[in-house]
């Protein structure tokens, strides 16, 4: 319990529940003064209004006349209460109370509150005791000429007590309103902390295990689609993202140990052999050793760029590519080597929107798959560079060959690094280029397809394609 009132879910909502507590409890004020206050008002009216016509009458009948309005007013029962004194004697001449309250005693010309007693009728009209009652009244000297010594004493009120005891039972329910909104709150904000506590539970002991060793593990989905499950989500694709990171850097030490020890055993061999040789055998000992270092050179960029594309460090800024351009551009690059090679390097494109990329890592990919349909397509005659666009808006940019091709069973294969297929190792290469091209693929988001070449030559051939998805809208 101590660990939920803690939560920064429970004091948002706790401050929430006080925010609007208070505010119910303003609405309900004013509701209140508007309501009693108006009342209020109108009785004071209504008070100033009978002494006003009293003192019309006084005005112009005199006091005989000012005792018989007192006592006819005072038969009216409609809870007015009034009163006729004779002052200085005290004497009360009419009305329907037989003494002044004791408030009315220390009371000034303004308006005050008093109780008095009523007697209490029961269903058959007898008289079955008093009850207390409340009132509200004002007291005005009557006299005849305003330097006159003798003056009438007149008390004017209003039974209130209905609109009195609505008005207890209205703040009664204002406080227990204001005190369940509380309560109402407080039990929300628990269950909401609850609930919430039981995610961050989840996130934080998929965390642990991942801290431990288990890159394995993912936050639970909930399958609400709230922004809690969208952050899971998130989270889960940036624990995708690491663990294909740290997998590829396992991956990368396995097979530098692996593949590079045999350079390494060469170069250290043909060096101590160079010791006793003459001269001109060290010096084709130092060439081959250069060779070899600069193909491993070669091997450590590619890895490098590898692992800074599937950082994100590599791409750099995205920005709208042409793909038609691209390939036109790397066609007419190419289209020398591939006529020394024997090859026709053919061109097919069609008008496509531009996609969200890195011109310079599309231009790469596209570099490597053509330099790998050189080195391995075998007996093939045509290289084809094609560009199209699907109904849905992808853009489809392939390289296909009418060489051997690589067998089903291989072609999921192809993209990890350092494999080379049999057929191929005894080509040079690192077996780093179409990883290369993967790392890209993954960092403009699209998809490889590895099929047949579809040429129409005697051999199967092979197509590798990056289907990229359409640009989000603004």
């Keep these: 319990m101590l660990r939920l009132l803690r939560t920064a879910s429970f004091r948002f909502t706790l401050i929430y529940v006080l925010v609007f507590a208070g505010s119910v409890a303003l ?4 509701i209140y003064q508007q309501t009693f206050g108006s009342a209020e ?5 209504v008070i100033d209004g009978e002494f006003q016509v009293l003192a019309e009458v006084f005005a112009k009948e005199g006091p005989a006349a000012l005792r018989r309005a007192t006592q006819d007013r005072a038969a009216w029962r409609d809870g007015g209460i009034y009163m006729l004194i004779g002052a200085p004697s005290g004497v ?4 329907n109370l037989t003494a002044l309250p004791p408030e009315a005693l220390t009371a000034d010309a303004g308006f005050f509150n008093f109780t008095f007693e009523r007697p209490r009728a029961d269903a058959l009209g007898k008289e079955a005791g008093v009850e207390i009652r409340q009132g509200r009244a004002k007291i005005r000297r009557f006299r005849a000429s305003p330097d006159a010594e003798n003056f009438f004493l007149v ?9 009195e005891r609505l008005r207890e039972r209205t703040s009664r329910l204002i406080l227990q309103l204001a005190f ?3 309560a109402l709150g407080l039990v929300i904000g628990l269950a909401f902390s609850h609930s919430l506590m039981r995610q961050v539970d989840a996130v934080n002991k998929t965390a642990r295990a991942i801290s431990t060793g288990d890159l ?4 639970a989905l909930t399958g609400a689609g709230d922004e809690l499950e969208n952050l899971a989500m998130n989270l889960n694709g940036m624990l995708d993202q690491i663990e294909r990171l740290m997998n590829g850097m396992k991956e990368v030490s396995d097979n530098i140990a692996h593949d590079l020890r ?4 060469r170069i250290r061999n043909r060096l101590t052999e160079a010791l006793n040789a003459d001269p001109a055998a060290k010096d084709e000992a130092v060439r081959a050793t250069l060779a070899e270092a600069e193909s491993m050179i070669g091997t450590f960029n590619a890895l490098l760029s590898i692992a800074r594309i599937e950082s994100g460090e590599g791409a750099g800024a995205m920005e709208l590519v042409d793909i038609v351009a691209i390939a036109q551009e790397m066609a007419e690059l190419y289209e020398p080597a591939a006529q020394e090679a024997g090859f026709a390097l053919v061109l097919k494109t069609e008008a496509a929107p531009p996609v969200r990329g890195s011109r310079a890592l599309i231009s790469q990919a596209l570099a490597n798959l053509l330099d790998n349909a050189l080195k391995y397509a075998v007996g ?21 060959d009418d060489g051997p091709g690589v067998p089903p069973g291989d072609r999921e294969h192809i993209f990890q690094r350092f494999v080379r297929l049999e057929s191929s190792r005894s080509t040079q290469g690192s077996g780093l280029g179409l990883s290369l091209v993967a790392a890209i693929a993954r960092a403009h988001g699209a998809a490889l397809k590895v099929d047949a070449g579809g040429l129409g030559g005697s051999q199967p051939g092979l197509s590798i394609a990056l289907v990229f998805p359409p640009r989000a809208r603004a």
């Design 380 to 400: 093939g005659t045509t290289i084809e560079i094609s560009v199209r666009k699907s109904q849905k808006g992808y853009v489809r940019l392939a390289v296909a």
């Design 216 to 219: 394995s593990k993912r936050i």
């Design 155 to 163: 008390f004017i009120a209003r039974d209130v007590s209905d609109r």
């Design 262 to 265: 045999s350079p390494l055993t």
């Design 92 to 95: 009360p001449l009419a009305g």
């Design 41 to 45: 008002q109108e009785v004071d009216r």
């Design 180 to 182: 369940a909104t509380i």
């Design 27 to 30: 609405l309900g004020a004013f």
